[in-house]
């Protein structure tokens, strides 16, 4: 895999710094959605990396932004197609991305710009996580008529408490970086000092066992519960692309687009 190359067309990349490598989410130009594009390939990436010999893998977004969360192609072609089969679809996409939690490696997500949708949800199934002071954030699935999929409900729950998880998945409101860090589901905030507080945040770390933090790592991820709540949650988007609520919710947000 040729994942050290920034023109790999993988729609990501890696940079090696040592005992630390760096995945970069590489489509700028469309503030590095979650679509399908990657979805195929980054089980590949996980796969690739546990064979490594990195103590820890950072993960972050090219151009100042995580990411945006879904692709509205991909979104509207699940009208089109069948329930079933979107069931099957949305379970396989969010797996793809889900699959961070094998890695044996500690894993950080640096948050800069934005992290909405899926694009949060991916980094919430991190270890940790650094975000700017001014990072624009949502758990937002509910605006488009969505059943919330990726983890978010189990993700948000552990991280933030029953209370503040319903009510920024029931509002799908949004909320910045310091927000996050205030309720706990970051470990770091930064304004502009943002790569120096990343490397003085993986320096904690270097006198860890690898194997020890990898076993750890496995017993705190051993949840079957996780696996049963993303299955209700691929039913549950499945019927949600069938209703007119979601086809007029898509419309409105694409004409929004549009516009900008």
């Known amino acids: 895999m040729d994942l050290f190359?920034?023109?790999?067309?993988?729609?990501?990349?890696?940079v090696d710094k040592g005992d630390t490598c760096e995945i970069i989410f590489n489509q700028e130009q469309k503030k590095n959605p979650f679509?399908?594009?990657?979805?195929?390939?980054?089980?590949?990436?996980?796969?690739?990396?546990?064979?490594?010999?990195?103590?820890?893998?950072?993960?972050?977004?090219e151009g100042k932004t995580?990411?945006?969360?879904?692709?509205?192609?991909?979104l509207?072609?699940?009208?089109?197609?069948?329930?079933?089969?979107?069931?099957?679809?949305?379970?396989?996409?969010?797996?793809?991305?889900?699959?961070?939690?094998?890695?044996?490696?500690i894993t950080i997500a640096f948050i800069e710009g934005a992290a909405i949708g899926a694009g949060l949800c991916f980094a919430l199934a991190c270890d940790f996580r650094l975000v700017e002071k001014k990072a624009k954030l949502a758990l937002n699935f509910v605006h488009l008529?969505?059943?919330p999929g990726m983890g978010a409900?189990?993700?948000?729950?552990?991280l933030f408490g029953e209370s503040r998880a319903k009510y920024l998945l029931m509002s799908g409101v949004r909320f910045n970086g310091q927000d996050l860090y205030s309720w706990g589901g970051a470990n770091e905030v930064f304004e502009n000092e943002g790569e120096d507080l990343l490397t003085?945040?993986?320096?904690?770390?270097?006198?860890?066992?690898?194997?020890?933090?990898?076993?750890?790592?496995?017993?705190?991820?051993?949840?079957?519960?996780?696996?049963?709540?993303?299955?209700?949650?691929?039913?549950?988007?499945?019927?949600?692309?069938?209703?007119?609520?979601?086809?007029?919710?898509l419309e409105a947000a694409l004409k929004r687009i549009s516009k900008k």
């Not at 409900?153 to 552990?158: C, E, G, S, T, V």
């Open 200 to 249: 003085d945040f993986i320096s904690k770390f270097s006198a860890s066992s690898f194997m020890a933090v990898s076993m750890l790592k496995q017993e705190i991820n051993s949840n079957f519960i996780f696996d049963i709540y993303l299955k209700q949650e691929s039913k549950g988007q499945s019927v949600c692309f069938a209703s007119e609520d979601y086809k007029s919710r």
């Open 5 to 14: 190359n920034k023109d790999n067309g993988l729609f990501v990349y890696g």
């Open 145 to 147: 008529g969505l059943n």
């Open 76 to 105: 509207q072609d699940r009208v089109s197609d069948t329930s079933e089969n979107n069931q099957l679809v949305m379970l396989e996409f969010y797996n793809s991305f889900l699959k961070v939690k094998e890695l044996p490696q």
């Open 35 to 61: 679509d399908i594009n990657l979805s195929k390939v980054f089980p590949q990436v996980i796969d690739y990396l546990k064979a490594t010999d990195f103590k820890v893998i950072v993960f972050r977004g």
């Open 153 to 158: 409900w189990p993700l948000a729950k552990n």
């Open 66 to 74: 995580f990411s945006s969360g879904g692709d509205f192609q991909f």
